[in-house]
């Protein structure tokens, strides 16, 4: 099939994987939070200390750096940039890529040092990275997910929603 | 590519409002923004000039609550539409399910919105997409102004695919939501 017309569906079991490196990742380096985002921007998981309200933003953001800095990469011949660091007063933030795909994010304050962050980063990339493998790799139709019925309610949703 | 999360029960999908400089797209994303019920929006994020004019992108997450147990999340993003910025549409229309091309009616606009479509098809093949298939949805936009060119000569250069198009006035709000509502539809049938 087309891959345009495919959805990424990721299972609970990889979903819980993910959510665990995502914490030891935290964990282990002593930082805020961990995200792991799709390259469009759409935050896939999220692990860290409380909930932040601006997360989707947050993707959206660091994504476009992301595909901003890849742009750049490329005019200095350069396949890609795979890692980026973000340095704050308080906070500061490191972004690496996982394959070609896939965005890792880790916020973190001073208390942290860079050195450490950028080798669990490392570690845990690999790791995301073959569970993304098999994310990637399972094929299941939208309808076993979503049941047949989804379309039409969201549509229904869509026209009771979008309006003056 | 649409994000479904089994785990979390929630579905996201990349819509891109696209076209040539001045055409209407943040205005489109500021109608809706303004309109859509306070449950549905987040906070419009815009990466502009000091003038005003998109820099970055525009975004704006929609939530549309809980449909048949997911949570489904629509993100809206416009690109910067002046030319210079070619590199930067390119990251924006990275991952997105679907397209509305906003068109300005203006005849003195037709020359840059051909070009512009014609650059949108480029970038979509150049993703390894198939241009013919990717959802695409056309506006034309700016039908209240005196220049504006006939719907049927607009569509004679600008939808040869055949595109679902709607007429509109963006900063009126008219066809804003029939051409929201198109796109959306489009993209959930293909998820």
Same mark, same amino acid.
């Given at each position: 099939m087309d891959p345009q017309l495919t959805s990424l569906i990721v299972p609970a079991e990889e979903a819980a994987q993910i959510e665990e490196c995502l914490s030891h990742l935290v964990e282990d380096t002593g930082g805020n939070y961990a995200l792991l985002l799709d390259k469009s921007g759409q935050v896939i998981v999220s692990q860290g200390d409380g909930i932040r309200q601006d997360i989707t933003a947050l993707g959206a953001l660091i994504a476009g750096t992301f595909a901003s800095s890849r742009e750049v990469a490329k005019l200095l011949r350069?396949?890609?940039?795979r890692m980026l660091f973000q340095q704050g007063v308080r906070e500061n933030i490191f972004i690496a890529l996982i394959e070609e795909q896939w965005i890792l994010c880790v916020i973190f304050n001073k208390g942290t040092h860079i050195g450490l962050v950028k080798v669990l980063t490392k570690k845990a990339t690999d790791e995301l990275a073959a569970v993304l493998e098999r994310v990637r790799q399972q094929h299941k139709s939208r309808d076993e997910v979503l049941g047949s019925s989804f379309r039409t309610s969201m549509e229904d949703t869509i026209d009771l929603l979008f309006k003056d | 590519m649409a994000l479904i999360n089994v785990a979390a029960r929630e579905i996201h999908c990349k819509i891109v409002y696209y076209g040539p %400089?001045?055409?209407g797209k943040t205005t489109n994303l500021q109608y809706i923004h303004e309109s859509v019920s306070p449950d549905v929006k987040g906070d419009l994020l815009s990466i502009a +000039?000091? +003038?005003?004019?998109?820099l970055f992108f525009d975004f704006l997450p929609l939530d549309l609550g809980k449909v048949r147990g997911f949570q489904t999340r629509f993100h809206l993003y416009t690109v910067p %539409?002046?030319?210079?910025y070619e590199r930067t549409r390119v990251a924006v229309l990275n991952g997105s399910d679907g397209v509305v091309f906003v068109a300005d009616s203006q005849k003195e606009k037709l020359e840059e919105n051909i070009k512009s479509l014609k650059e949108l098809a480029m970038n979509i093949t150049r993703q390894n997409k198939k241009f013919q298939e990717f959802p695409i949805v056309l506006q034309y936009n700016?039908?209240?102004?005196?220049?504006a060119l006939p719907v049927a000569v607009m569509d004679r250069y600008l939808n040869g695919m055949n595109w679902t198009r709607h007429e509109a006035i963006a900063t009126t709000g008219v066809g804003v939501f029939d051409t929201l509502k198109s796109i959306s539809r489009l993209v959930i049938s293909k998820l």
């Open positions: 350069e396949k890609d940039f | %400089g001045m055409c +000039t000091e +003038t005003e004019r998109t %539409g002046q030319v210079l700016k039908r209240d102004m005196p220049n």
